[in-house]
């Protein structure tokens, strides 16, 4: 925040300072308008809690997409990675289940594996981008070709599924609800919680910034710059690990087509919401309105039958763009500096 | 000139079976080119190849099958030209990665005279392949349909769940819609699941939203349908006569079809066995004592709890 403060100048501060933190809240509000004003039924209680849960798994990888991409990092394996551990993780409990029944264990088995797998996964790309010297967008690159043809492999080119044993353990993760939300929404919102406080308000989070602005002047200011880096990716890893927790209950499958684009996704997620594509400033707030935003689209679009199916796409790519400009674009200060 | 060269091939190949036989060698060497299986249907097709190859090359001791998968088109085109410069290939049974680059490369093989087999995608030219052999989109929209009619009356409300933006997704949709025409069922709306079961879950989770009275869903594909199902189950909307129609053969959905689920009562067949079919014909071209060359179009049978077992296979991933 107070990178942005002193980047926009004395001047405008104010005025920017206010466009730049409310651009993706009031986008968002426009689309909710949006979405009420094609059909009520938009803002029902059923398809809120819908949309909650569903962002809740870009939302959760956008997170931790916020502090890679804050210390001028990026990871492109995210979708890959959540495809690989949902069908390992599938593969374990199946095997678990001969020995220890569909109980608890044998979910908290395959979660456990899971952020193993996870903080692994995220380790691997970290240290090859700092220790192995390799651009991040390379060696994630790399990790996303690795991950898929993986789960591709595990599945034997067709798909993973749960052992019916369990599901019945394992659904409610998904689909039940605690006080009035559904579990998802939670794991979302305590994710959500951490991340701020991690980026904000720790010695760390202000390394990832540091870096993120100028990694040479981080390095010369005593900051161990690898060890923050690749702690960024681990981040995202655990990140991806907890998605994938949550995931996999909803329909206990995962095959090639599990998590496509979810990488795209999520660096949308995070740019939408203010942080910089280069690095040295990020927003956690900004990052889970972005994820809203982006599920809210598709989910608009098949509220309504105004547009052309073959169009999704384009509706939103010019939302992503427009969601962007609000905060970037000049207009604010331009018009400023005439009076 | 299709006849004379099959006969040609025939009296080629009695000619080479017969020196083989004596020698113990396989002479009739046939290649099998198709894209390396990404999704569930090209893995159960992968499957069905292999199977295919074990039984055939048991049944006749000359035919020698050669199977090879390419994960992309220039990799497949790359893999024709070794099928016929190494392995001398006698006939080429491919499903081509794409029409368009792939046509001058089978082209090549015809002219190294190699019987052609195409199967489900058709070359950019006419012309080239023998024998074709291919599933049948539009039958699959137009039997789901008909089913469809027989399940609901006038003022009915269905809900379609369509794949990826492709010409295939078309010929499916253009036909259901076609056969629905003037039954009196209202299609409220139409969106794109991609063949896939998450898209499948969300846009169906959506529809349920927005509409408060559905009575079946066309998903068209046994993935989407998973997703639907789940979808349903969620909202506790799986009752009351529900249905819903998917496409394919995947064997979960016709095992649950066997055990008389009612949420999925059928399937609509779109075999990933076609390859197997494909290569029977092509070794048929050279054992056969009648005439094999042609289009053969597989139908889009309709699977009940009657007909289910014949299309199960437990040991295929799909």
Same mark, same amino acid.
């Given at each position: 925040?107070?990178?942005?403060?002193?980047?926009?100048?004395?001047?405008?501060?104010?005025?920017?300072?206010?466009?730049?933190?409310?651009?993706?809240?009031?986008?968002?509000?426009?689309?909710?308008?949006?979405?009420?004003?094609?059909?009520?039924?938009?803002?029902?209680?059923?398809?809120?809690?819908?949309?909650?849960?569903?962002?809740?798994?870009?939302?959760?990888?956008?997170?931790?997409?916020?502090?890679?991409?804050?210390?001028?990092?990026?990871?492109?394996?995210?979708?890959?990675?959540?495809?690989?551990?949902?069908?390992?993780?599938?593969?374990?409990?199946?095997?678990?289940?001969?020995?220890?029944?569909?109980?608890?264990?044998?979910?908290?088995?395959?979660?456990?594996?899971?952020?193993?797998?996870?903080?692994? #996964?995220?380790? +691997?790309?970290? *240290?090859? &981008?700092?220790?192995?010297? %390799?651009?991040?967008?390379? @060696?994630? /690159?790399? $990790?996303?070709?690795?991950?898929?043809?993986?789960?591709?492999?595990?599945?034997?080119?067709?798909?993973?599924?749960?052992?019916?044993?369990?599901?019945?353990?394992?659904?409610?993760?998904?689909?039940?609800?605690?006080?009035?939300?559904?579990?998802?929404?939670?794991?979302?919102?305590?994710?959500?919680?951490?991340?701020?406080?991690?980026?904000?308000?720790?010695?760390?989070?202000?390394?990832?910034?540091?870096?993120?602005?100028?990694?040479?002047?981080?390095?010369?200011? #005593?900051?161990? +710059?690898?060890? *923050?880096? &690749?702690?960024?990716?681990? %981040?995202?890893?655990?990140? @991806?690990? /907890?998605? $994938?927790?949550?995931?996999?209950?909803?329909?206990?499958?995962?095959?090639?087509?599990?998590?496509?684009?979810?990488?795209?996704?999520?660096?949308?997620?995070?740019?939408?919401?203010?942080?910089?594509?280069?690095?040295?400033?990020?927003?956690?707030?900004?990052?889970?309105?972005?994820?809203?935003?982006?599920?809210?689209?598709?989910?608009?679009?098949?509220?309504?039958?105004?547009?052309?199916?073959?169009?999704?796409?384009?509706?939103?790519?010019?939302?992503?763009?427009? #969601?962007?400009?609000?905060?970037?674009?000049?207009?604010?200060?331009?018009?400023?500096?005439?009076? | 000139?299709?006849?004379?060269?099959?006969?040609?091939?025939?009296?080629?190949?009695?000619?080479?079976?017969?020196?083989?036989?004596?020698?113990?060698?396989?002479?009739?060497?046939?290649?099998?080119?198709?894209?390396?299986?990404?999704?569930?249907?090209?893995?159960?097709?992968?499957?069905?190849?292999?199977?295919?190859?074990?039984?055939?090359?048991?049944?006749?001791?000359?035919?020698?099958?050669?199977?090879?998968?390419?994960?992309?088109?220039?990799?497949?085109?790359?893999?024709?030209?070794?099928?016929?410069?190494?392995?001398?290939?006698?006939?080429?049974?491919?499903?081509?990665?794409?029409?368009?680059?792939?046509?001058?490369?089978?082209?090549?093989?015809?002219?190294?005279?190699?019987?052609?087999?195409?199967?489900?995608?058709?070359?950019?030219?006419?012309?080239?392949?023998?024998?074709?052999?291919?599933?049948?989109?539009?039958?699959?929209?137009?039997?789901?349909?008909?089913?469809?009619?027989?399940?609901?009356?006038?003022?009915?409300?269905?809900?379609?769940?369509?794949?990826?933006?492709?010409?295939?997704?078309?010929?499916?949709?253009?036909?259901?819609?076609?056969?629905?025409?003037?039954?009196?069922?209202?299609?409220?709306?139409?969106?794109?699941?991609?063949?896939?079961?998450?898209?499948?879950?969300?846009?169906?989770?959506?529809?349920?939203?927005?509409?408060?009275?559905?009575?079946?869903?066309?998903?068209?594909?046994?993935?989407?349908?998973?997703?639907?199902?789940?979808?349903?189950?969620?909202?506790?909307?799986?009752?009351?006569?529900?249905?819903?129609?998917?496409?394919?053969?995947?064997?979960?959905?016709?095992?649950?079809?066997?055990?008389?689920?009612?949420?999925?009562?059928?399937?609509?067949?779109?075999?990933?066995?076609?390859?197997?079919?494909?290569?029977?014909?092509?070794?048929?071209?050279?054992?056969?004592?009648?005439?094999?060359?042609?289009?053969?179009?597989?139908?889009?049978?309709?699977?009940?709890?009657?007909?289910?077992?014949?299309?199960?296979?437990?040991?295929?991933?799909?």
């Amino acid at each position: 925040m107070t990178a942005a403060a002193t980047n926009s100048g004395k001047k405008g501060q104010q005025m920017r300072f206010d466009i730049k933190t409310a651009g993706p809240a009031i986008a968002l509000i426009l689309l909710c308008i949006i979405g009420y004003l094609l059909n009520p039924a938009f803002l029902s209680e059923g398809n809120l809690a819908n949309l909650l849960t569903r962002s809740a798994f870009i939302g959760i990888i956008a997170i931790g997409a916020t502090f890679v991409i804050t210390a001028g990092g990026i990871d492109l394996s995210v979708g890959s990675m959540a495809a690989a551990i949902a069908g390992v993780m599938i593969i374990i409990m199946n095997s678990a289940v001969e020995t220890f029944g569909g109980g608890v264990t044998t979910v908290l088995i395959g979660a456990g594996s899971s952020i193993l797998l996870g903080l692994g #996964a995220g380790w +691997v790309n970290g *240290i090859l &981008t700092t220790k192995g010297k %390799i651009e991040a967008f390379i @060696v994630t /690159l790399g $990790t996303m070709g690795i991950y898929r043809s993986l789960v591709t492999y595990f599945a034997d080119g067709g798909t993973l599924s749960l052992d019916f044993a369990v599901r019945g353990t394992y659904r409610p993760i998904y689909y039940d609800s605690f006080i009035g939300l559904p579990i998802p929404v939670w794991v979302f919102a305590v994710v959500s919680v951490l991340g701020w406080l991690l980026l904000n308000r720790t010695a760390f989070g202000r390394y990832c910034t540091a870096i993120g602005s100028n990694e040479a002047v981080a390095v010369y200011s #005593a900051i161990k +710059v690898d060890r *923050i880096k &690749t702690m960024t990716y681990v %981040i995202q890893g655990l990140c @991806v690990s /907890l998605a $994938t927790i949550i995931y996999v209950p909803r329909l206990g499958s995962a095959s090639a087509s599990t998590g496509v684009m979810w990488e795209l996704e999520a660096i949308a997620a995070v740019i939408i919401g203010g942080t910089v594509l280069k690095g040295g400033y990020g927003r956690v707030g900004g990052t889970i309105l972005g994820a809203l935003i982006l599920t809210t689209i598709g989910n608009i679009l098949n509220f309504t039958d105004i547009i052309s199916n073959y169009l999704n796409g384009t509706m939103q790519g010019l939302i992503i763009i427009i #969601a962007v400009w609000l905060q970037r674009g000049d207009w604010g200060s331009a018009r400023r500096k005439k009076t | 000139m299709k006849p004379i060269m099959t006969l040609g091939a025939i009296a080629l190949t009695g000619a080479l079976a017969f020196s083989g036989a004596t020698a113990q060698e396989r002479s009739i060497k046939i290649g099998v080119s198709y894209p390396t299986p990404t999704h569930a249907w090209a893995a159960g097709m992968n499957w069905h190849a292999e199977q295919a190859e074990i039984r055939l090359e048991a049944l006749y001791p000359d035919v020698d099958l050669i199977l090879i998968n390419s994960p992309d088109p220039s990799a497949q085109a790359s893999a024709l030209e070794d099928l016929v410069s190494i392995h001398q290939i006698d006939a080429l049974v491919v499903l081509p990665f794409e029409s368009e680059p792939l046509t001058d490369p089978v082209l090549n093989v015809k002219k190294s005279g190699a019987l052609i087999t195409v199967v489900d995608r058709g070359l950019s030219l006419p012309g080239i392949e023998d024998i074709y052999v291919a599933g049948n989109n539009p039958e699959l929209g137009r039997v789901s349909a008909v089913y469809m009619k027989t399940r609901l009356k006038e003022g009915d409300n269905i809900v379609v769940l369509r794949g990826i933006p492709t010409l295939i997704d078309n010929e499916r949709y253009d036909a259901f819609m076609a056969e629905i025409e003037g039954s009196g069922i209202n299609v409220l709306d139409q969106k794109h699941a991609n063949w896939n079961r998450d898209d499948g879950f969300e846009v169906m989770q959506d529809f349920l939203s927005r509409f408060p009275d559905i009575d079946a869903v066309w998903a068209q594909d046994d993935d989407i349908a998973i997703g639907v199902v789940a979808a349903l189950k969620q909202a506790g909307r799986d009752g009351n006569g529900m249905f819903v129609v998917g496409g394919a053969g995947m064997k979960e959905t016709i095992k649950s079809i066997m055990d008389g689920d009612e949420l999925i009562p059928v399937d609509v067949l779109y075999p990933p066995s076609m390859i197997a079919t494909a290569m029977d014909v092509t070794v048929a071209a050279f054992k056969s004592n009648g005439p094999v060359a042609g289009r053969y179009i597989l139908g889009a049978t309709l699977i009940t709890p009657e007909n289910a077992e014949a299309f199960y296979f437990p040991d295929s991933p799909f």
